[in-house]
């Protein structure tokens, strides 16, 4: 079975900390990619990466920093958290990029910034 | 902007109720999908549809394209299908694509 692990379904930050959210991947994928999910926003693309040391900026960038040293692992990095980014992020990875089917998604982090 | 609009946001029913869930979009697309996230976080893949109808146990998907509208139905509804049911579109353009807000499917026994 394919998987993609978060290594943390739920995690307590204070504002102002470094948090490091790991998403590592077993299918030899080249994309991943890192959304946020929100009450009445929907999942929302933050940062994806198609290569080991590429990423490209998604819709909601700011504030994030991403880090793809190995073609298994994506990191989501919050610089210095803030309450405002309280919320459920999902890592998926996939061979495509432009088709939903054929992505496989984590089980999701929920983040709460205090 | 929303590409993908989604009706109802919340939905309650009794155990063996059909249910559909609708699912509007503004922009081309070369496919649209239905996925499943439970309450645990993770998300699968349903359907993926680029024209008419699909089929998958209890659940059906069906697309117009003319209309950019798609529904998802789910036939004698089981507790099991309490979840959120997210559409969302791929556009024509590489890596382009829309994710609806998701519909929360509560089913009462």
């Known amino acids: 079975d394919v998987k993609v692990t978060q290594s943390s379904r739920y995690l307590v930050k204070r504002t102002g900390e470094k948090v490091f959210l790991e998403c590592v991947q077993d299918m030899d994928h080249e994309n991943m990619f890192w959304y946020r999910q929100d009450p009445g926003l929907g999942l929302r693309l933050i940062y994806f990466s198609y290569d080991v040391k590429m990423k490209e900026k998604g819709d909601i960038p700011e504030g994030y920093s991403v880090s793809r040293e190995k073609k298994e692992r994506f990191s989501l990095i919050l610089e210095s958290a803030s309450t405002n980014q309280t919320s459920m992020y999902l890592c998926?990875?996939?061979?495509?990029?432009?088709?939903?089917?054929?992505?496989?998604f984590g089980s999701g982090t929920r983040l709460t910034v205090v | 902007k929303n590409e993908v609009e989604q009706s109802p946001q919340n939905l309650t029913a009794q155990e063996g109720e059909f249910i559909t869930i609708n699912c509007s979009y503004s922009v081309g697309i070369s496919a649209l999908h239905w996925l499943q996230q439970h309450p645990g976080g993770g998300i699968v893949s349903l359907f993926m549809?680029?024209?008419g109808k699909k089929k998958h146990g209890r659940l059906i998907a069906t697309i117009n394209i003319q209309e950019k509208h798609s529904s998802l139905h789910i036939t004698a509804s089981h507790p099991r299908d309490s979840a959120v049911y997210i559409c969302a579109v791929s556009g024509r353009e590489g890596n382009q694509f829309y994710f609806g807000t998701g519909t929360s499917l509560t089913v009462i026994p």
């Open positions: 998926a990875s996939s061979l495509w990029t432009d088709r939903v089917y054929g992505y496989t």
């Open positions: 549809l680029s024209s």
